[in-house]
């Protein structure tokens, strides 16, 4: 699986995207971390 660092941070919400981790089948998965409480968390999108 390929990690590719992003060069600007981008903000949904709360979240901030952190990372791709991947692409699969459905698309691309990023890790976002939560702004004010740290928490890690994978999303993917199309």
Not at 1 to 14: I, P
Request: aromatic share 10%; net charge positive; charged share 20%.
């Amino acid at each position: 699986m390929e990690r590719s660092a992003l060069k600007q941070s981008q903000l949904c919400g709360s979240w901030e995207m952190k990372e791709r981790l991947g692409t699969g089948g459905f698309g691309h998965v990023y890790l976002y971390q939560h702004l004010v409480l740290k928490h890690k968390s994978s999303f993917g999108a199309e």
